[in-house]
């Protein structure tokens, strides 16, 4: 099984060698930002997933959500093990986080991410959404 470890760090961007880790005030939602874009995992919902889990997916489906970065769409991602949730930076609410191409905005209502084509996701306890 693959474990992602997590580095604290002491800044809120992200330059070209470094991954970004963050997360929610609540401790509900974890990311990690890269280069090529940003993935986040929502450890508790009260709903169903938003897209029907394909056929060829074994694994854990509907909480993780993967961003390409400068461009393409957000989507749902099957998967294993979820990222290692130790040491994050905690983003506060009405804050920004940006990468490169893509940014994330913590609120009371949720996180939402976005890449520079204006597609994205946002994640909360009671909804999530694709845009």
């Known amino acids: 099984m693959l474990k992602a470890v997590l580095i604290a760090v002491s800044v809120m961007s992200v330059n070209a060698f470094a991954d970004e ?3 929610t005030p609540s401790g509900n939602i974890y990311c990690q930002g890269a280069n090529d874009g940003v993935t986040c995992y929502i450890m508790d919902k009260t709903n169903t997933a938003i ?7 074994d694994l854990d489906w509907g909480n993780l959500f993967y961003l390409e ?8 991602v099957c998967h294993g093990d979820a990222l290692d949730l130790a040491d994050t930076k905690k ?5 920004t986080i940006k990468g490169k191409g893509w940014q ?3 609120q009371k209502t949720g996180l939402t991410c976005k890449n520079s084509q204006g597609h994205g996701f946002t994640l909360s306890r009671k909804k999530q959404t694709l845009f």
């Open 69 to 76: 970065a400068p461009r393409g769409r957000a989507e749902l």
């Open 104 to 106: 994330c905005t913590s």
């Open 91 to 95: 983003l506060a609410y009405g804050k």
């Open 21 to 23: 880790y963050f997360h």
């Open 51 to 57: 897209v029907s889990r394909p056929n060829d997916c």
